[in-house]
C-alpha cells in the first residue's frame, strides 16, 4: 500500500461520486458523526482507538434498521482501481447495515487498500482460508436504470461515504 | 409450434420495428458504446478473455466432477444441494422447500399465502418457476425493478440483462398510474423508482423465502456469486431466513481464484461498467443474522444463532445442459456468461429487441445455442435467421464464443429437418448443393449464388430483363422470397475472368507490372491471384477491374484463374456441407499458387472472412493456416504494399481535403481490417470519415428476403443518416454497397475503385 494507492482510490471513488475522507483514528469518531444523518445505525469498528459515536445505535433492532438513514461499516479491504468496498457477512449485522439505509458510510483502514482487482482477491482468498467466506464487493451507489433513466438507490444506499482511517 | 410464413414474420417483425425497436435501440447501443470504451480501457483484456475462455472450458469438461465438489462443499457449510433434472423437477423442489418452511414457521393453514421474493434470474424464466409456484399457492414477487415492470405488465424479458427495455419511461409510468392509481401521477424515473423501492420494500421484509439466480457458482467454497446494480439480490438472499439460489449447473467454476477474470470482465461486457455495484459472493449459511421484521424490538445480531437459523437450499439445473456438453457445437453455449453483449452489438437486435430476436426465454445471438439446448431447435428456428453472420459479436464475447457458428450450425439442422417441398424443382436444376430436399427455396436459391449468376452472365442481358419484369418479380417473391421492392444485382455479360483473359491474361499482366515497376524504385518481388467472388466476377466487376490495374500499376504481376465459391453463400443459409465442399475445392483449387509463393487477394470481405474463419472448421488445420497466412483483403494489401516501398503515386491520390466517408464492413472489422482501408486512403491523401454504424442491414442474401426487407433498411437508414450529405462514400461490402446506393440513390464504390489509377473521383 503505498500513497499512490489511496490517491488513485480517492480518483476512482470520485468518479463513483462517493465521499472520500481521510482521517486520523483520533479524528475518525468526531468525523463519522459529521457524515451521519440520523437515525443512525452501525456494526462495531474494529479499529484500534477508533469508536462509533454517540449518535449511533449498535446492536439495532429491525425497527431500528427499517427507520435508519445511515448505516456505519467497517469494510474488510478496499480496492482502489474499481473505488470498491469489501463489506463482510458478519454476526453483527454488518451487511444488512451497508444495504437498508440511505447512506452507507464505510470505514477501511488506509493499510488495507490494496491497488487492484488482483490484490483484491488476494485479500479475498485469505479471508476465506480464515472463514469469512461471505463477502460483498459494494461499488459506488445502489443504481437502476430500468425506469427509463439512470436513478441511485434503488434496493441499496443511494448515498456512500468512506473514511480511510491514516495508519498509526 | 409452427413456424410462421413470411408475411406472419414480416408482419411481426414490423410491429416490433414500430412498437419497442425505439426504446431497444436507446439502451442497446449505448451499452454497445460503453461495452467498446471499456473493453478500449482495459490494457489485459485479451488475456482476461482467453483466460475466462479457458476456465470455462475446463469446468465443462469436468462438470461431473464440479458438481460432487460443490456439494460436498454446501453440505458441510450446512446448506443443501439439489440437482434437477427438467423446468418440473426444480420447480416442484422449490414449491417443496417453500412449503416446508412456512409449515415449520406455522402460517399454512391460517389463511396467509405463503411468499417469495426474487431477484432477477433467467433459469428461473427459463423453468417458468413463477407460474409453477403460483399454482402451488404461493406468492412470488420480482423484486429486480425490471422484472417487477414485466410482472406487472404481465410481459417477457425481451433482454437478458435488461428485461424490460423494450419499455420506456413514459409507457411505465402509464401502466404504473393505470394499476396503483397514486395521488399524483409518476412521471420521472425517479418517482416511478422511489415507488417500486417501498413497494418491493414490504414484500422483501415479509417475504418467507428469498430466491435468487447465480452468475457463477464456486464449487470447491460452495460460494454463489451475484452481480447486480440495485442491491436487491443482497437483500433476498439475506433477509428471509431460507435462501433458494438457482442455477444452471454450467455456472460451477472451480476455484475462487478462477472467479477473478469474470468478476473483471463481466459488467464490462454487459454495460460498459469497470466492475458491477454489487459482486456478492456468498457461502451460505452467512453469518448475517437474518431480519425478522414481526419482530421489530429484538436486536439483529444473533451471534452464532444467525447462522444457526439460516437453511439454504442450491438448486442446480440441468435441463438439457449435460446434453449440451456433448454435442461439440451446442457446448460452447455453456460458457456464455449471459452478459447480453452480443445482443447490445447485433444491428438486427437493436431494432426488434429479444421479442423479435428470441426464443422462448433466451434472447440475441447466443439464444440460438441455448433455445436449442433447453427448449428444443423449435424454438431456436423461430428467430434464427436474425443472425445474418456479420460476426460483430464475436469481438463483444467475453468469452469468445464463436456464436455465429453455432447460428450456422443449427440453421442448418433446421434446414435438414424440413419436410421436402414439391416445388423443390423449381431450383433444383440451380442448385448443385449437397443439401437434403426440404431445405428453404429461398435458402437454397441464395446458398446456390455462384451457380445461380454463372447461369445469369451467360444469358445477360436478357435475364436481367426478365429479372426486372413484374410477372418475374411475383413469382420470384412467391417461391423464393425475394423482396419485389429490391433491385436485383445486373449480371454482366462479360465476367472478371474473361475480361482478364481477354486483355491478354497473366502474360499481359506481367508486362504492365513490370513497365510500371521500372518507373520505380521499388522492388517488390510478388504475385498475386485475385479472388473472383461471385459479386466481382458477375456482378460488380468494375471493382475487380481496379484491383487488377491498382495492383499492376504498384508492379505487381496479377492471375484472375476461374475459381470455385468460397462457400460464404451457402454457410449463410446453413449448408455447411456444401460450404465443406466447397472450401475443399477451393483449397485445392489454390495449393499451388500458396505453395508458389503467390499471395491471395480478396476483394470481397465476406469471402475473406470465410477463409480466416469458418475454415478453420472446415479444413484440416494445416490447410486452413495455408491459406489463411496466405491471403489478404485487397486495401490490407496494398496497405503493405505501400509500407514496403510501392509508390503511391501511381495511384489515384487527392489533395488531403478531398473528403470522402468509408463504411467498412461487418466481418472486415471483426478481422481488425478496416484499419489497413482507413490507412490507405489517408495516406493517398482522402480526408476520410468513417461510420460507426454496426451494420448495413443488408448482409449478404438477408435484405432480399421478403420478411425481413424492412428490418433491414431499418438498420440501413441508420447508417443512411450517419453518411448523408457526404460527397464521396464507399464501402468494402458489395451488400453494404448496394444497400447504401439503394438508401442514398448514388453510387457506392469500392475503395479500391477510388485508388485505382484512372478513377473517376
Partial sequence: MTVDTVGRFERALEGLEVGFERVPAADASERIEMIVEEPAVGAPLPFEGVTLPASVTTEPTSADLEAARTGVTPVGFAIAEYGTVAVESTADGAEPISLYPERHVAVVAESDVVPNLSAGFDRLANGFASGQDSVVFATGRSATADMGDLVHGVHGPGDVDVIVLEDR | ???????????????????????IHATASDFDANRQRAYGATDDLEALRSKARSIKEDAIDRLPELIDTVKDAVEANGGTVYVADDAADANAYVADVVDAQTEEH????????????????????????????????????????????????????????????????????ELFNERFDPDEPFETAEELTRFARDYLADHIQEADVGITGANFVVADSGTITLVTNEGNARKCAVTPDTHVAIAGVEKLIPTLADLEPFVDLIAKSATGQSIAQYVTMLSPPTDSPTLDFDDPEEPIPAGDEGKTDRDFHLVLL??????????????????????????????????????????????????????????GQESAAEFN????????????????????WINTV??????????????????????PDMEEGGLDLG???????????????????????????????????????????????????????????????????????????????????????????????????????????????????VRVPDLPESGRAALSQGMVATADRQASRLYAALAEDLDAGRDIVVVEPSDLAAMHREYERLLPERSFERLRDGSYEI?????????????PSALSTGDGAEPVVYHSHCQQRTLDLEAPTVAVLERCGYALETTSAECCGMAGSFGYKREYYELSMDVGERLAEQIDGAATVVASGTSCGDQLEGLLERDVPHPIEVLAPGSRL
Fill in chain 2, 1 to 23: 409450434m409452427a413456424q410462421r410464413t413470411r408475411s406472419q414474420q414480416a408482419d411481426r417483425i414490423r410491429h416490433l420495428l414500430e412498437t419497442e425497436g425505439k426504446a
Fill in chain 2, 106 to 173: 406455522d402460517i399454512a393453514g391460517d389463511g396467509d399465502t405463503p411468499s417469495v421474493v426474487k431477484s432477477k434470474s433467467m433459469t428461473t424464466e427459463e423453468i417458468d418457476l413463477n407460474d409453477a409456484l403460483a399454482a402451488a399457492g404461493i406468492e412470488v414477487t420480482e423484486t429486480d425493478l425490471g422484472e417487477w415492470v414485466l410482472q406487472v405488465a404481465d410481459d417477457t424479458p425481451s433482454h437478458i440483462v435488461g428485461p424490460a427495455m423494450h419499455l420506456s419511461r413514459s409507457e411505465i409510468a
Fill in chain 2, 318 to 375: 440441468d435441463n438439457g445442459r449435460m446434453d449440451m456438453r456433448e454435442d461439440d457445437p451446442l457446448r460452447e453455449t455453456l460458457y456464455c456468461i449471459r452478459c447480453g453483449a452480443c445482443s447490445n452489438s447485433c444491428a438486427n437486435f437493436q431494432s426488434v429487441g429479444g421479442h423479435g430476436f428470441g426464443g422462448e426465454t433466451y434472447s440475441g445471438g447466443i439464444a440460438t445455442g441455448w433455445e436449442a439446448g433447453v427448449h
Fill in chain 2, 385 to 404: 435467421d436474425l443472425c445474418t453472420g456479420c460476426s460483430r459479436c464475436v469481438d463483444a464475447c467475453p468469452v469468445k464464443i464463436d456464436i455465429p
Fill in chain 2, 410 to 431: 443449427v440453421r442448418d439442422r433446421i434446414n435438414r429437418s424440413e419436410e421436402p417441398a414439391a416445388t423443390d424443382f423449381l431450383v433444383d436444376g440451380l442448385t
Fill in chain 2, 443 to 557: 435458402k437454397r436459391f441464395f446458398g446456390n449464388i455462384g451457380t445461380v449468376a454463372k447461369a445469369a452472365s451467360a444469358t445477360a442481358p436478357v435475364s436481367n430483363w426478365l429479372a426486372d419484369a413484374d410477372p418475374v418479380r411475383g413469382l420470384l417473391e412467391r417461391t423464393l422470397g425475394i423482396d419485389r421492392r429490391r433491385d436485383l444485382p445486373a449480371f454482366k455479360r462479360e465476367s472478371l475472368v474473361d475480361w482478364f483473359e481477354k486483355r491478354g491474361g497473366e502474360a499481359a499482366s506481367s508486362r504492365r507490372a513490370s513497365r510500371a515497376a521500372r518507373d520505380t524504385s521499388a522492388d517488390l518481388d510478388r504475385e498475386v491471384v485475385l479472388y473472383p467472388d461471385v459479386y466481382t466476377n458477375y456482378v460488380d466487376t468494375d471493382r475487380g477491374k481496379a484491383a487488377v490495374r491498382t495492383l499492376e500499376a504498384l508492379g505487381i504481376p
Fill in chain 2, 635 to 647: 486495401c490490407e494489401y496494398v496497405y503493405g504494399l505501400l509500407e514496403n516501398g510501392a509508390d
